[in-house]
């Protein structure tokens, strides 16, 4: 099953087509366009533009079905045209300076 063009998106970070897929786990995973033998996600549209994907890497999986095709996540491919901000973009402090922000940002989000 291939997807059709109006069921691909372009990807954020390298403006390339990807098709949207939704896993077992409720979560959305882009992969590929294309099937390709080498991908480790079995994919089949279930509604208009509704694609299921799921791992064929998991413990258990079975082989792909007949409505499926195997698809290569699109992370595994993907290059971004920027890099993203990283924290080695930050400027370098002396070694007896501790950064304290992404420490605050971190305790933040566990409350
Ligand atoms: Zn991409």
Do not use: F
Request: proline letters at 12%; one cysteine or more.
């Amino acid at each position: 099953m291939i997807p059709l063009p109006r069921e691909l998106r372009q990807c954020r970070d390298c403006g390339e087509s990807v098709l949207i897929t939704v896993t077992r786990l409720g979560r959305y995973l882009l992969v590929d366009p294309r099937p390709d033998e080498r991908g480790n996600q079995a994919c089949y549209r279930v509604g208009p533009r509704v694609w299921h994907s799921r791992s064929l890497d998991a413990a258990g999986a079975m082989p792909p079905a007949a409505w499926e095709h195997r698809y290569v996540p699109h992370v595994a491919t993907c290059k971004p045209k920027k890099p993203k901000a990283t924290q080695e973009a930050l400027p370098i402090l002396p070694a007896n300076v501790t950064r304290l922000d992404p420490k605050r940002r971190r305790r933040r989000r566990s409350r």
